[in-house]
T-cell receptor, first 115, second 110 residues
C-alpha cells in the first residue's frame, strides 16, 4: 500500500525554469493538498482540492498553479521558478476536507532548489 | 480564525527523561487537534488526534496528549524519552483547513 507518492524527490532548477511536481494517492481520498515546508515556518498550504474538479488557494499560492487531474492525482506547477521557491514540498490527502475528524496522510516530500 | 502556537522551537531531553512539547490553540469552536511527527527526510505521520471523545488521548510510541479547554492547550508528553524519539513534532488544528504550528525539534541526549 503506497499511500501518497510524490515525484520527483529531488530537483534543482535555474531561475525562470518551469517544472511540475506530481502527486498520486491510492486511498480513494477526496481531498488533496500541497504544502511547502521552510525552516522555522512550519507547513504552509499552497493549494488544495476539496474534491475532484475543484481547487482553491491556500496561504501562499503566488507563483504556483495546480491541477486535479482525477481523483488520484494532484499536480503542482511552477511556471517560472524563483529562488524564494526553494523549499521542501509535501503532498497530502484526506478522506474529506478538514473540519471533520479525518487526518492528513503525507508523501515523503520533494526537495526543490532554485539557483 | 484557527491557529496553533508551539512554544519552544527546540527541546532537548536526556534519554529516559520526561518529554513535554507545548501547544496552544486558538479556535472559536471546539477544535479537532492533532500531533504529527516528522523523522529526518520523511513526511509527517500522525501521532495522535483529539476528537472530543476523551480529553486524554493516547497515541503511538508511548506519546499522549491532554486537551485542556480552560487553558486552550494540547501538550504532548511521553514519560521516558528514547533515542528514536528525536524528530520534529507539529501540532495542528483542523477547521476548514488544517493549520500547523511551526514545529518543535526534539533532541534526545544519551
Amino acid at each position: 500500500n503506497a499511500g501518497v507518492t510524490q515525484t520527483p524527490k529531488f530537483q534543482v532548477l535555474k531561475t525562470g525554469q518551469s517544472m511540475t511536481l506530481q502527486c498520486a494517492q491510492d486511498m480513494n481520498h477526496n481531498s488533496m493538498y500541497w504544502y511547502r515546508q521552510d525552516p522555522g515556518m512550519g507547513l504552509r498550504l499552497i493549494y488544495y482540492s476539496a474534491s475532484e474538479g475543484t481547487t482553491d488557494k491556500g496561504e501562499v499560492p503566488n507563483g504556483y498553479n495546480v491541477s486535479r487531474l482525477n481523483k488520484r492525482e494532484f499536480s503542482l506547477r511552477l511556471e517560472s521558478a524563483a529562488p524564494s521557491q526553494t523549499s521542501v514540498y509535501f503532498c497530502a490527502s484526506s478522506e474529506s476536507l478538514a473540519g471533520d475528524t479525518g487526518e492528513l496522510f503525507f508523501g515523503e516530500g520533494s526537495r526543490l532548489t532554485v539557483l | 480564525a484557527q491557529s496553533v502556537t508551539q512554544l519552544g522551537s527546540h527541546v532537548s531531553v536526556s534519554e529516559g527523561a520526561l518529554v513535554l512539547l507545548r501547544c496552544n490553540y486558538s479556535s472559536s469552536v471546539p477544535p479537532y487537534l492533532f500531533w504529527y511527527v516528522q523523522y529526518p527526510n520523511q513526511g509527517l505521520q500522525l501521532l495522535l488526534k483529539y476528537t472530543s471523545a476523551a480529553t486524554l488521548v493516547k497515541g503511538i510510541n508511548g506519546f499522549e496528549a491532554e486537551f485542556k479547554k480552560s487553558e486552550t492547550s494540547f501538550h504532548l508528553t511521553k514519560p521516558s524519552a528514547h533515542m528514536s524519539d528525536a524528530a520534529e513534532y507539529f501540532c495542528a488544528v483542523s477547521g476548514n483547513q488544517f493549520y500547523f504550528g511551526t514545529g518543535t525539534s526534539l533532541t534526545v541526549i544519551p
